[in-house]
């Protein structure tokens, strides 16, 4: 029982997109509701539709070659623009 908790609590903490409330009542809550077992929320991993396997090789592909075909791409003109647009946005308003 304890070490379920504890996953609940671990899951809870390191989800990149957290589910749970962020009220702290509402978490306790929801924590109180899991160990009874009055919910099954946020016990275990919910499960992903399944991907095409060729839509993620070519998703993928071309991930891997955007950025530095960008680059390439680019004259050094260009390059400095962003630079600057990117460091005005960064230290602009500080």
Do not use: C, F, Y
């Not at 304890?2 to 929801?30: G, W």
């Amino acid at each position: 029982m304890l070490d379920r908790l504890s996953r609940i609590l671990v899951s809870l903490d390191m989800a990149k997109n957290p589910k749970h409330p962020k009220d702290t009542n509402q978490l306790a809550k929801l924590i109180t509701d899991i160990a009874t077992g009055e919910s099954t929320e946020n016990t275990e991993d919910t499960e992903q539709p399944e991907k095409n396997p060729a839509a993620v090789a070519l998703g993928r592909l071309g991930g891997l070659k955007g950025g530095k075909a960008r680059a390439n791409k680019l004259t050094p003109e260009q390059r400095k623009e962003i630079a600057k647009k990117a460091a005005e946005k960064r230290w602009g308003s500080k």
